[in-house]
T-cell receptor
């Protein structure tokens, strides 16, 4: 069964450093998302991406965040200068098309900023 | 803006018994989708069940079923014959039928299953 793959599973970084979280969505899916879950809290939407551009972003997704799909398969989330409060689980998700809204989630990347 | 409320932070059920997890939501849309996701200790997000708002029939997936009350904006999950493997965090989620279909999640409920 096709699945969304995220790497790494756990990343530890120093405050102020840049991190790139990687995702390989299911190959025929068209819509891509990043969500964040701070430990013990709810899952929050960060950004959606379609047709090689951001279609919607939340208030959390400020200038230190960026996304891109550089090669048609990988979908990356970059945090330019990490803060302690960026420590969270980051989930990538994709859906096939707008008529099928079942989101397929990756297993998540746990980001720890020290 | 759409909101999803899960007011019970924790619930416990005896193995083999039935438990119902509550969820309410708020939206001005008439067509939308509702979901229950399970998050075990591994923290993977696993889709349990999906309900389309235009369908009056409640969705069912094996031991999992929902009670969808559109007028009351209520969407509860019933787990029958609870198993130890059902112990997890459960999130109720909403998405509309617009172009982006982003999910709005509730705060989640921790379900424990007593042997």
């Amino acid at each position: 069964e096709p699945e969304v793959t995220q790497t790494p599973s756990h990343q530890v970084t120093q405050m102020g450093q840049e991190v790139i979280l990687r995702c390989v969505p299911i190959s025929n899916h068209l819509y891509f998302y990043w969500y964040r879950q701070i430990l013990g809290q709810k899952v929050e939407f960060l950004v959606s991406f379609y047709n090689n551009e951001i279609s919607e972003k939340s208030e959390i997704f400020d200038d230190q965040f960026s996304v891109e799909r550089p090669d048609g398969s990988n979908f990356t989330l970059k945090i330019r200068s990490t803060k302690l409060e960026d420590s969270a689980m980051y989930f990538c998700a994709s859906i096939p098309d707008i008529m099928n809204t079942e989101a397929f989630f990756g297993q998540g990347t746990r980001l720890t900023v020290v | 803006a759409q909101t999803v409320t899960q007011s019970q932070p924790e619930m416990s059920v005896q193995e083999a018994e039935t438990v119902t997890l509550s969820c309410t939501y708020d939206t001005s849309e008439s067509d939308y989708y509702l979901f229950w996701y399970k998050q075990p200790p591994s923290r993977q997000m696993i889709l349990v069940i999906r309900q389309e708002a235009y369908k009056q029939q409640n969705a069912t997936e094996n031991r999992f079923s929902v009670n969808f009350q559109k007028a009351a904006k209520s969407f509860s999950l019933k787990i029958s014959d609870s198993q130890l493997g059902d112990a997890a965090m459960y999130f109720c989620a909403y998405t509309d039928t617009g172009a982006n279909s982003k999910l709005t999640f509730g705060k989640g409920i921790t379900l424990s299953v007593r042997p």
